[in-house]
């Protein structure tokens, strides 16, 4: 498998099965699309501000609901092997993405796995284990959660000083070096993540830092 994100704004998530699975799921995605819940029960858990719709789903009801949600996506969450297989088969016969919760390893082509996410905007780090160990996904995103605090401030930092050299008209490779030493500088991601500073105020400061000859020029 080959990662990629795919953005959900405005898009339609159908997710069959109101169990704790759902709800994850359906929290996951409700983060960005409109998601729709069908199950004959809801677990006491946060579905995220998805749609829930209570009603008893058949393997020969799939395809009504594919036609009443029309996603682009579907999530088989349910604990009936029969019933996820039939969503999964639909899925597939309308070329819609498809996360079957019951199945683990080897995927077939359009199936998607959910990684575990690490979100610090506009820095996002997915870890995925093809659905074999989703136990380790969660035990390395714990691990890495920590070690990327400030990525988000680090990300706006350098982009803002990217842009600033640019209109300056330093030269793209020196330009790439100021921002490589700018990352990797553990002063800079210790200012970062005290919060406190200004942001012209950091870039000069940042500049002057790790590269004395731009700083103020």
């Known amino acids: 498998m080959i990662p990629l994100y795919h953005d959900f704004a405005g898009e339609r998530v159908l997710v069959v099965g109101g169990g704790a699975v759902g709800a994850r799921k359906a929290r996951r995605f409700a983060a960005e699309a409109d998601v729709v819940v069908v199950s004959p029960g809801f677990a006491d858990a946060d579905f995220g501000g ?3 719709v209570r009603g008893e789903v058949t393997p020969a ?3 009504g609901w594919f036609d009443r949600v029309d996603p682009v996506l579907a999530v088989a ?4 092997g029969a019933l996820n297989a039939r969503v999964e088969s639909e899925a ?3 070329g819609v993405l498809v996360n079957r919760t019951d199945t683990h390893g080897e995927r077939d082509p359009g199936s998607v796995v959910v990684p575990a996410t690490i979100r610090d905007d506009p820095v996002v780090v997915s870890i995925a284990t093809g659905g074999a160990s989703p136990a380790l996904s969660k035990h390395l995103r714990e691990r ?3 070690e990327i605090e400030g990525a988000g401030a680090m990300a706006d930092l350098t982009g803002a000083i990217r842009d600033d050299l640019q209109c300056r008209g330093v030269d793209p490779q020196r330009r790439r070096d100021v921002v490589r030493a700018v990352v990797r500088s553990p002063d800079v991601w210790t200012t970062l993540r005290t919060g406190n500073a200004k942001p012209r105020q950091l ?3 940042v500049l002057a830092d790790v590269a004395p000859d731009l700083a103020n020029s």
């Open 203 to 205: 870039i000069d400061d």
């Open 77 to 80: 969450a349910t604990d009936d």
């Open 61 to 63: 009801d799939v395809p």
């Open 144 to 146: 890495v959660e920590e």
């Open 50 to 52: 998805a749609e829930r």
């Open 92 to 94: 597939r016969d309308r």
